[in-house]
């Protein structure tokens, strides 16, 4: 774990209770840790590092997850007293930001819905060994918060049976959770049969978790919202992210490629579609961090506030992969080019834990309960 995690619950003297809330680093020590995160990603999830993790069986690096860990990522948002940093939501979005604007392959994501889940149900003993980065745990949805529509996990007593589909980081994970109707229940992945599955988007790898017998209950129904709540800012933080490196990539690009003698940044449509794309990432890091805001506080309008950004997002980071397609001109439509792999990301993310349409019907039903 790094100073700057250290730095917020110990050389204050006042290291963070088990159950206490989560906190917010001071504006000096979340530049830190961001530079940290940042430095760390630049120098070991690089494009080659990207390509070769992706085409690698597992998809997955324990040598990169060994330097987040140290890093102290696993345990962002896990309470001091369990090995964690206890940062909020806060801190959360702003890493996931720079994860993904290096299309970090690595269960970043998996670990934070998991851990969320982990402490809404109040089950603590897990997280010492998640925040190390020795154990991976992921969730997979069954039920009405299957986001997928797909699954069949049918619950009789602490009897599982059936199949909980799209689970990310399943393949890699140690520990697996189901959230159900009927509750939250633990799961060893060696109990369990995993199949990966072929993903468009080959950063972020699937599986399908196919389940036959028992499984510990831990929680109720009730804890998965706080949960996914928590999972929708940070994959919000992730596409805003992703989508401002591929902005500044493409404009990049624009400055330096010539055609006709001249650059073609200098052509009024690449301008106009320039412009247009950074409105439209401003917009989205507003809407993630304004969403890490309210869920921070635990204000009356966050369930509004995180649906807005888990639709504004995934359509923001949509249409920047797609137009910055169009401004590379026709290598970017190959594997060649970097600009492809975030296509492929904004694509995978934006149904993710639920379409674009989705959301905007849940800002929807979120606003009419606010009026």
Not at 1 to 17: A, I, V
Not at 228 to 251: F, K, N, P, S, Y
Not at 329 to 335: D, E
Request: hydrophobic residues 45%.
């Amino acid at each position: 774990m790094t100073d700057t995690l250290l730095r917020h619950s110990r050389e204050s003297g006042n290291p963070l209770p088990a159950s206490a809330p989560p906190s917010s680093l001071s504006a000096e020590d979340r530049t830190a840790l961001i530079d940290q995160v940042r430095r760390l990603l630049a120098d070991r999830c690089t494009e080659a590092d990207v390509r070769r993790i992706m085409d690698s069986e597992s998809g997955h690096d324990p040598a990169l997850w060994r330097s987040i860990a140290d890093l102290g990522l696993p345990g962002l948002t896990i309470p001091d007293a369990h090995g964690g940093a206890g940062l909020g939501p806060v801190e959360l979005e702003l890493v996931m930001e720079e994860a993904g604007a290096s299309l970090l392959p690595a269960p970043l994501l998996s670990t934070a819905l998991a851990t969320a889940l982990l402490q809404s149900c109040g089950h603590t003993a897990p997280l010492a060994d998640i925040a190390s980065g020795a154990r991976i745990a992921t969730v997979a949805f069954s039920g009405a918060n299957d986001w997928t529509g797909a699954g069949d996990v049918r619950v009789a007593g602490d009897r599982l049976t059936g199949t909980a589909r799209f689970v990310t980081d399943a393949q890699i994970a140690d520990l697996i959770l189901l959230a159900t109707d009927d509750g939250v229940f633990l799961v060893e992945a060696s109990d369990a049969t995993i199949t990966p599955l072929p993903t468009f988007d080959h950063t972020r790898r699937l599986a399908d978790v196919r389940l036959d017998g028992p499984a510990s209950r831990i929680g109720d129904a009730a804890a998965v919202k706080p949960a996914l709540d928590l999972a929708i800012v940070a994959l919000a933080g992730e596409q805003a992210g992703a989508a401002r490196r591929l902005l500044d990539m493409t404009v990049d690009y624009a400055r330096t490629r010539h055609q006709f003698g001249r650059a073609i940044g200098s052509f009024q449509a690449i301008k106009h579609m320039a412009a247009d794309l950074l409105i439209e990432v401003e917009s989205a890091t507003s809407a993630a961090r304004n969403a890490a805001q309210k869920l921070a506080d635990d204000a009356p309008d966050k369930d509004s506030a995180i649906a807005l950004a888990a639709f504004a997002c995934a359509d923001a980071f949509v249409k920047v992969a797609a137009d910055a397609i169009q401004m590379h001109g026709g290598i970017a439509f190959t594997w060649d080019h970097p600009a492809h792999l975030y296509l492929r990301r904004a694509r995978a993310d934006a149904i993710l834990f639920g379409t674009p349409d989705h959301w905007r019907e849940r800002f929807i039903r979120a606003l009419e309960v606010q009026a």
